[in-house]
């Protein structure tokens, strides 16, 4: 701990002169360079989030008491797949980011699940896709 003491006491007699500034300034060409490397990280983080799998939605009703018609990725819900449920929220930004959400549910009824489900049982023909602020959810239970 002396030989520290010793070490300290000796650099500080030497550094003569030198004042640090308590309001410390960037060139503006390092800040601009910082500008420029954030932005580009946003943007990058932007364009990865939108093509994580977002799926495409389409849901059209003329009635609120009939079965809606949806579309996910183009295809359209019915005989093999029929709409189990809908949840849907949107919300508009005010001066925070509001919740927005999506959730549809539908059963697999293709040979295929329909062969899984015989051994299985029935729960494994559940299906589900559904996205949350930028959180996408696909379910195959």
């Known amino acids: ?56 939605v389409r849901i059209e009703f003329d009635d609120i ?27 508009t930004n005010d001066a925070y980011i509001e919740p927005k959400h999506f959730l549809i549910d539908y059963f697999d009824m293709t040979k295929e699940a329909g062969a899984v489900a015989e051994q299985y049982g029935p729960q494994t023909q559940q299906r589900g896709v559904g996205q949350s602020n930028g959180v996408v959810r696909h379910t195959e239970e």
């Not at 500080?12 to 960037?26: E, P, Q, R, W």
């Open 65 to 91: 008491n009939d079965v809606p018609h949806v579309w996910v990725d183009g295809k359209r819900l019915g005989d093999e797949y029929p709409l189990k449920r809908i949840n849907l929220e949107w919300n």
């Open 1 to 56: 701990m002396t030989k520290l003491k010793e070490i300290s006491e000796n650099i500080s007699c030497k550094i003569k002169g030198v004042t640090l500034s308590d309001d410390l300034k960037f060139s503006k060409s390092f800040i601009a360079e910082l500008d420029k490397a954030l932005n580009d990280y946003h943007q990058k983080q932007e364009q990865s989030s939108q093509h994580a799998s977002t799926p495409h």
